[in-house]
């Protein structure tokens, strides 16, 4: 499998200068975590709430599901749920720039960021088994109606959650993630022959994804300017997969991500009946994920509005300013209840 630029047969790191560089990301992630991007000549009040974002943990069917909240409790919800192989990590710039008018919640699934990775054994992980935790994190919190931010795992997670509970679902911020086959191009390609066959060499074939220089690819494709990306960004997402049996947990996330399919035609449907406001900040320049995944949106939704930037996969890490401006245009535009 191979993916524009870059060699597929990707050697591993040797371990001690893995662990190094990864330790020194923990601590300038700490860092960098508390101090949003700020546009040139733009008031830093004018982008960015003083609301504190806390980081809290709920135990869901006996595991630890981590959370970042931030924003008045009494405010409208916006559930942020993040995509493959980051965490609510990828939100922790946009938060503060939404806490100041919504309430904000941001999750990592199993086996992501600082949620629990039970053993395999004991824990399916398919995108069911990560909608139902979500679903009952909503509940455990007592939020019935809520947004959602969408993006490329958090996308099938998401629309998901929209089939239990349609009623729900107020708006859509869709970024990069799909419900349509006309989204699954050619980087799908050796995906769906695992699909198709579930060997050990076509499982194999996919390891590349999981190792350094394959995430680092991720965040940097499509990118015109990449001093605009920090660094720590896929050095900290490493470090999560780098965990003994993590790989695994991802390559059982490839093969689950079949199941998703054949609920595009539900997913449609979703959109059809109940019509949530839909924004889609789509970056226009993603090969997992490109644009011919954002148009068909405009088929089943009346209230959609589309911009496709001129970035990659991850364009909150290049266009996070932009993006949190029309958020704030849109939902303002469409309010929903509190």
Same mark, same amino acid.
């Given at each position: 499998?191979?993916? %524009?630029?870059?060699?597929?047969?990707?050697?591993?790191?040797?371990?001690?200068?893995?662990?190094?560089?990864?330790?020194?990301? !923990?601590?300038?992630?700490?860092?960098?975590?508390?101090?949003?991007?700020?546009?040139?000549?733009?008031?830093?009040? &004018?982008?960015?709430?003083?609301?504190?974002?806390?980081?809290?943990?709920?135990?869901?069917?006996?595991?630890?599901?981590?959370?970042?909240?931030?924003?008045?409790?009494?405010?409208?919800?916006?559930?942020?749920?993040?995509?493959? +192989? !980051? &965490?609510?990590?990828?939100?922790?710039?946009?938060?503060?720039?939404?806490?100041?008018?919504?309430?904000?919640?941001?999750?990592?699934? %199993?086996?992501?960021?600082?949620?629990?990775?039970?053993?395999?054994?004991?824990?399916?992980?398919?995108?069911?088994?990560?909608?139902?935790?979500?679903?009952?994190?909503?509940?455990?919190?007592?939020?019935?109606?809520?947004?959602?931010?969408?993006?490329?795992?958090?996308?099938?997670?998401?629309?998901?959650?929209?089939?239990?509970?349609?009623?729900?679902?107020?708006?859509?911020?869709?970024?990069?993630?799909?419900?349509?086959?006309?989204?699954?191009?050619?980087?799908?390609?050796?995906?769906?022959?695992?699909?198709?066959?579930?060997? +050990?060499?076509?499982?194999?074939?996919?390891?590349?994804?999981?190792?350094?220089?394959?995430?680092?690819?991720? @965040?940097?494709?499509?990118?015109?300017?990449?001093?605009?990306?920090? +660094?720590?960004?896929?050095?900290?997402?490493?470090?999560?997969?780098?965990?003994? /049996?993590?790989?695994?947990?991802?390559?059982?996330?490839?093969?689950? =991500?079949?199941?998703?399919?054949?609920?595009?035609?539900?997913?449609?449907?979703?959109?059809?009946? @109940?019509?949530?406001?839909?924004?889609?900040?789509?970056?226009?320049?993603? =090969?997992?994920?490109? %644009?011919?995944?954002?148009? %068909?949106?405009?088929?089943?939704?009346?209230?959609?509005? !589309?911009?496709?930037?001129?970035? /990659?996969?991850?364009?909150?890490?290049?266009?996070?300013?932009?993006?949190? !401006?029309?958020?704030?245009?849109?939902?303002?535009?469409?309010?929903?209840?509190?």
């Amino acid at each position: 499998m191979k993916y %524009p630029e870059q060699n597929p047969m990707i050697p591993s790191r040797r371990r001690s200068s893995r662990l190094l560089a990864l330790c020194t990301a !923990t601590l300038l992630t700490l860092t960098f975590a508390v101090a949003p991007l700020r546009a040139a000549g733009t008031p830093e009040a &004018s982008i960015v709430s003083d609301q504190p974002v806390r980081y809290q943990t709920a135990k869901l069917s006996g595991l630890d599901i981590f959370y970042r909240e931030a924003g008045p409790k009494d405010a409208p919800t916006i559930l942020l749920l993040h995509g493959f +192989p !980051t &965490s609510s990590n990828m939100f922790r710039h946009l938060i503060p720039r939404l806490a100041a008018t919504y309430h904000v919640v941001a999750p990592d699934y %199993p086996g992501y960021g600082q949620s629990s990775m039970p053993d395999r054994k004991d824990f399916a992980y398919t995108f069911e088994n990560c909608a139902k935790l979500m679903d009952q994190l909503m509940d455990r919190l007592g939020i019935q109606r809520y947004s959602m931010y969408v993006m490329d795992y958090g996308a099938p997670i998401g629309y998901r959650l929209a089939l239990m509970h349609p009623e729900r679902v107020q708006a859509l911020i869709i970024q990069n993630g799909n419900a349509y086959d006309e989204g699954l191009l050619e980087f799908w390609d050796p995906i769906k022959k695992y699909w198709k066959e579930a060997s +050990p060499a076509n499982r194999q074939a996919l390891h590349f994804l999981v190792e350094p220089k394959a995430t680092k690819w991720q @965040y940097e494709n499509g990118v015109s300017d990449l001093s605009l990306l920090d +660094p720590t960004t896929w050095a900290l997402d490493q470090l999560g997969m780098d965990r003994p /049996g993590n790989d695994e947990v991802q390559l059982d996330m490839f093969y689950d =991500y079949r199941t998703n399919v054949p609920l595009y035609p539900a997913f449609q449907a979703f959109f059809r009946k @109940y019509q949530p406001p839909t924004l889609i900040v789509w970056g226009k320049n993603d =090969y997992i994920f490109p %644009p011919a995944g954002a148009a %068909p949106y405009k088929r089943d939704l009346k209230t959609v509005e !589309t911009h496709l930037l001129d970035t /990659g996969h991850f364009a909150l890490e290049t266009h996070g300013i932009e993006m949190a !401006t029309l958020i704030k245009k849109f939902l303002k535009a469409h309010p929903p209840a509190r």
